[in-house]
């Protein structure tokens, strides 16, 4: 796509944005929203399929010419879908910063440290958020992956209506103080617990996130904001980092190909009644083009 034409899509993109906007008064936040699915298109599926199983510890629960589905017992996470070819992802495209499962103890975390440990996998970061401990790595196509478990919300602290968040130095020697078991791979309980997306325009996304979806705005950083559902510290992470103003990727590389959420009949209504569509599921792209698919929960 040429740098006009994108342009041009975009200026379409906001305009008919900002009709729906206009249509909604006051939007009620949502009562419950489950992140279920991200799909992401790979390279080498054999050579994914061996990253997230053995490394990640993922389980394989389903399988096509070209495809593949991977989870817990009873719940699916991932889709591949194989892109042959395909280029690294671009930082400075919107799509994928990371996605990121939510393990559902401290211990699984340390588990999980052990495992990397044990079969000399490197880290990219680990980072103390004060609401989570988190551990950063990447997939073979640059796709962004965190692993993180959440501290009790009893603990996390609020400044007025904005929760307390940081990326702070992980204490790794406390965290490997919990009680160690054999590595069996991801627990079952590990959701998707959030996506964190590179965005282009951080008005126009907190307009579209907040504004016509109705999430809540928890906190911010520099070049960045973190909405979520029912008061959690975030479900969707959205930065300008590398990608203010930037284009989307080119077919040829490896990119995000949809974030698939559960949201209560009430709320799925109230999306399709604001966006002038009865369809199910519901697809729609917000200001970078970043595509969600709503589903009846």
């Given at each position: 796509m040429s740098k006009r034409s994108w342009t041009l899509s975009?200026?379409?993109?906001?305009v008919a944005l900002a009709s729906i906007y206009a249509r909604l008064g006051d939007v009620s936040v949502f009562s419950g929203l489950v992140?279920?699915?991200?799909?992401l298109s790979v390279a080498n599926l054999e050579r994914s399929l061996h990253f997230y199983q053995d490394v990640l510890g993922l389980a394989l629960l389903d399988s096509s010419a070209g495809q593949a589905t991977l989870g817990v017992p009873g719940r699916p996470l991932l889709h591949l879908v194989e892109q042959p070819g395909a280029r690294p992802s671009l930082p400075s495209s919107p799509g994928l910063f990371h996605f990121a499962l939510l393990v559902p103890h401290r211990a699984a975390l340390a588990q999980f440290v052990r495992h990397l440990i044990e079969i000399r996998h490197p880290l990219q970061g680990v980072a103390d958020h004060l609401v989570s401990e988190a551990l950063y790595l990447e997939d073979p196509d640059g796709h962004g992956i965190e692993v993180?478990?959440?501290?009790?919300s009893e603990q996390w602290s609020w400044d007025g209506p904005v929760l307390r968040?940081?990326?702070?130095p992980l204490d790794l020697e406390n965290l490997l103080t919990e009680p160690d078991a054999p590595w069996q791979g991801m627990p079952e309980g590990t959701t998707m617990g959030h996506v964190h997306l590179h965005v282009t325009d951080l008005a126009a996304t907190q307009q579209f996130y907040c504004g016509l979806l109705g999430l809540d705005l928890?906190?911010?950083y520099p070049r960045a904001l973190f909405v979520s559902a029912a008061g959690y510290h975030h479900h969707f992470g959205l930065n300008t980092w590398q990608s203010r103003h930037g284009q989307p990727a080119p077919r040829d590389h490896a990119q995000l190909r949809g974030v698939e959420l559960i949201?209560?009949?009430?709320?799925?209504?109230?999306l399709q009644?604001?966006?002038?569509?009865?369809a199910h599921p519901l697809k729609l792209?917000?200001?970078?083009?970043?595509?969600?698919i709503f589903r009846r929960d």
């Amino acid at each position: 796509m040429s740098k006009r034409s994108w342009t041009l899509s975009l200026l379409r993109r906001r305009v008919a944005l900002a009709s729906i906007y206009a249509r909604l008064g006051d939007v009620s936040v949502f009562s419950g929203l489950v992140i279920s699915r991200v799909d992401l298109s790979v390279a080498n599926l054999e050579r994914s399929l061996h990253f997230y199983q053995d490394v990640l510890g993922l389980a394989l629960l389903d399988s096509s010419a070209g495809q593949a589905t991977l989870g817990v017992p009873g719940r699916p996470l991932l889709h591949l879908v194989e892109q042959p070819g395909a280029r690294p992802s671009l930082p400075s495209s919107p799509g994928l910063f990371h996605f990121a499962l939510l393990v559902p103890h401290r211990a699984a975390l340390a588990q999980f440290v052990r495992h990397l440990i044990e079969i000399r996998h490197p880290l990219q970061g680990v980072a103390d958020h004060l609401v989570s401990e988190a551990l950063y790595l990447e997939d073979p196509d640059g796709h962004g992956i965190e692993v993180y478990s959440d501290r009790p919300s009893e603990q996390w602290s609020w400044d007025g209506p904005v929760l307390r968040m940081a990326t702070d130095p992980l204490d790794l020697e406390n965290l490997l103080t919990e009680p160690d078991a054999p590595w069996q791979g991801m627990p079952e309980g590990t959701t998707m617990g959030h996506v964190h997306l590179h965005v282009t325009d951080l008005a126009a996304t907190q307009q579209f996130y907040c504004g016509l979806l109705g999430l809540d705005l928890m906190t911010t950083y520099p070049r960045a904001l973190f909405v979520s559902a029912a008061g959690y510290h975030h479900h969707f992470g959205l930065n300008t980092w590398q990608s203010r103003h930037g284009q989307p990727a080119p077919r040829d590389h490896a990119q995000l190909r949809g974030v698939e959420l559960i949201v209560p009949d009430a709320d799925l209504e109230r999306l399709q009644r604001s966006t002038g569509t009865s369809a199910h599921p519901l697809k729609l792209s917000d200001p970078a083009g970043n595509p969600l698919i709503f589903r009846r929960d």
